[in-house]
Each structure stands twice: as C-alpha cells, then as structure tokens.
C-alpha cells in the first residue's frame, strides 16, 4: 500500500504579450525554479489588457498544486 500523500496549494500570476498558453509557460517555469514536486495546475482567471484597440497583455492566474516532502524516504 502506498504511503498518504499531502498537496499543497500557491496561486499565481503569468503574463505574457504573447498567448494565454505563453503566460501559463511562463508560470510554471518560473514555479519550479523555486518549488519541487509540482503535480498539476488550474486555470482560476484569465484576463488581460488592451492597448489601441487590440490585446497587449495576457494575464493568466493559476493554481499550482505540488506534493509536500516528508521524512519517508521521497525520491522524485
């Protein structure tokens, strides 16, 4: 049997001028240059802004869940 598991939970903005997809990237790399052990993802907002009639910015809010470490011997 394996052993209980323990997530937590962060939200975050990702921007982008690019795309929606591009703002989501760009969060979850820069999540997991400091965070270990992410496991999924969920998309709260999105929303953006507008500049002379077309989109300029996406922004991208997302939950970020990633499993907790504990003393048994974890290995990802």
Do not use: Y
């Not at 052993?3 to 969060?27: H, L």
């Amino acid at each position: 049997m394996s052993e209980p598991q323990v997530f937590k939970k962060i939200e975050i903005v990702g921007t982008s001028a690019v795309s929606m997809e591009d703002a989501i990237q760009t969060a979850i790399a820069k999540a997991a240059q400091s965070l270990r052990n992410l496991r999924w993802f969920e998309v709260v907002e999105t929303r953006g802004s507008i500049s002379e009639g077309k989109v300029a910015q996406w922004q991208v809010t997302l939950r970020i869940g990633f499993r907790l470490e504990g003393d048994s011997g974890d290995d990802d």
